[in-house]
């Protein structure tokens, strides 16, 4: 079993809408969560951080189930822009907070 | 701020030839460094990370090696390249005790 698992995709949402995805995790000892953006060739940017009481930033929620160990992303009014992969990342290690990323959901945005 | 630089941004080197991979962050002291790569297609895997200088910690066996020489200096080398080697190298830095990483540009290796 992976660490971090995606819904690799990709999810086809029309602009405006809305579209939620989820990853799960594997370490339950896990303590930082993350959604990071990745456009094509280009390097992973960090989105937002991800807390036990969810958090919102703009059109973007995160959410976290520590009990089922998985953690959610929902886009409001999707953007064309909004198109890229999705990665969700959690700390698997304290020691140098090593973290381990998910292989991302790829998400594509059309008019 | 803190900016991450990495250079060169593409690379194309025959089998066998050496390699050396720059990073080095700027508006920080005593950061978290890391090298992960990316295959085509693929998700990010860590090779190394260190918490200080002359400080190495290696994920995976294989061919490449780090360093770091400086504090805010970090290197991927290795002597002998494989076609395996090919992939999409990113640099990365975290504060001590900070759970986020933020990535340089990357530099895309081609082994032919």
């Known amino acids: 079993r992976k660490e971090v698992e995606q819904d690799p995709g990709p999810f086809n949402v029309p602009e405006g809408a809305t579209v939620a995805f989820n990853c799960t995790y594997s370490?339950?000892?896990?303590?930082?969560f993350f959604w990071y953006r990745q456009d094509c060739r280009k390097e992973p940017k960090l989105l937002m951080s991800?807390?036990?009481s969810g958090n919102e930033d703009g059109r973007f929620t995160a959410q976290l189930n520590r009990a089922s160990q998985y953690i959610s992303l929902l886009i409001r009014d999707s953007k064309l822009s909004d198109s890229a992969t999705y990665l969700c990342v959690v700390n698997s290690e304290a020691a140098g907070n090593k973290l381990t990323f998910g292989g991302g959901t790829r998400v594509l945005v059309k008019p | 701020s803190q900016t991450i630089h990495q250079w060169p941004a593409t690379l194309v080197q025959p089998v066998g030839s050496p390699l050396s991979l720059e990073c080095t962050v700027e508006?920080?002291?005593?950061?978290?460094l890391y090298w992960y790569r990316q295959a085509a297609g693929r998700g990010l895997q860590l090779l190394f990370y260190s918490v200080g200088i002359g400080q190495i910690s290696s994920e995976v066996p294989q061919n490449l090696s780090a360093s770091r020489p400086q504090d805010r200096q970090f290197i991927l080398s290795s002597k002998k390249l494989l076609l395996s080697d090919s992939g999409f190298y990113l640099c990365?830095?975290?504060?001590?005790?900070?759970?986020?990483?933020?990535f340089g540009p990357g530099t895309r290796l081609t082994v032919l």
């Open positions: 990365a830095w975290g504060a001590t005790g900070s759970g986020a990483q933020y």
């Open positions: 508006g920080t002291s005593n950061p978290n």
């Open positions: 991800v807390y036990s």
């Open positions: 370490n339950s000892a896990s303590q930082s």
